[in-house]
């Protein structure tokens, strides 16, 4: 099989996933209102549901709108993961606007393989497969769901598609809190997912939602808006 024949069966097998978006059980539906350096920016709408005859996938869909130097970007994500570890199985992003790309990434054997395409032209790149592999987008709050059974000091592989990132985060302690979501107070757990300078801040409500997600380094903090009333 030739190389382009086998992109294509490839991005055959990741897109299936999707008609079973329309179905399914939903795990969880919301909205966050995101800021960056205590300015708001943009929201994200997101829908999780688990899908298959079996239910035996995760599929993930979102749509983050944020205002970049005066102009809209709005990012698509559409993951597949496996239930219960969230493990990825096949992701596919669209961003319109600043930065405009559509990328593809499928599964094969021991790597991930992804079609990128952007203004600049077309790109095939490749990552390390392994059995604890996550997507965590940059800017998408919801992805983090995928992280809500990892134990303190357990380690996830991480891939990062927009910005061919691929790192090791660790989880650690699980830190039981209030925090206020609009006027309510309610009960999270929060948990640090780091990487060296790289640190993730999660809190999870009991249900193993995600309430609020925050990245000191780049100020970015994504707050649930859905859950308040």
Do not use: C
Not at 211 to 227: F, K, S
Request: without cysteine; hydrophobic residues 40%; positive net charge.
């Amino acid at each position: 099989m030739n190389k382009r024949a086998a992109r294509i069966l490839g991005l055959a097998m990741a897109l299936a996933a999707a008609p079973a978006v329309a179905q399914g059980i939903v795990v969880d539906r919301g909205q966050f209102v995101i800021t960056v350096e205590g300015r708001i920016t943009g929201n994200e709408d997101f829908v999780i549901r688990r899908a298959g005859r079996g239910r035996e996938q995760m599929i993930a869909r979102g749509v983050v709108v944020l205002d970049v130097g005066g102009r809209k970007q709005e990012i698509r994500p559409l993951l597949s993961a496996t239930p219960t570890v969230g493990v990825a199985n096949s992701y596919e992003v669209t961003v319109t606007g600043p930065g405009a790309l559509d990328l593809r990434l499928w599964r094969a054997g021991r790597r991930y393989r992804a079609t990128i395409r952007s203004e600049i032209g077309e790109e095939d790149r490749e990552f390390q497969a392994r059995s604890d592999t996550r997507v965590l987008e940059q800017g998408v709050a919801h992805h983090y769901f995928f992280l809500r059974n990892q134990r303190e000091g357990q380690s996830a592989h991480v891939l990062e598609p927009r910005t061919r990132r691929q790192l090791t985060l660790v989880a650690g302690p699980r830190i039981d809190e209030e925090i206020q979501v609009g006027p309510n107070i309610v009960a999270a757990r929060r948990v640090e997912f780091g990487s060296g300078n790289d640190r993730r801040i999660v809190w999870y409500d009991r249900q193993g939602r995600v309430l609020r997600v925050e990245v000191p380094a780049t100020g970015y903090l994504a707050e649930r808006t859905d859950l308040v009333g």
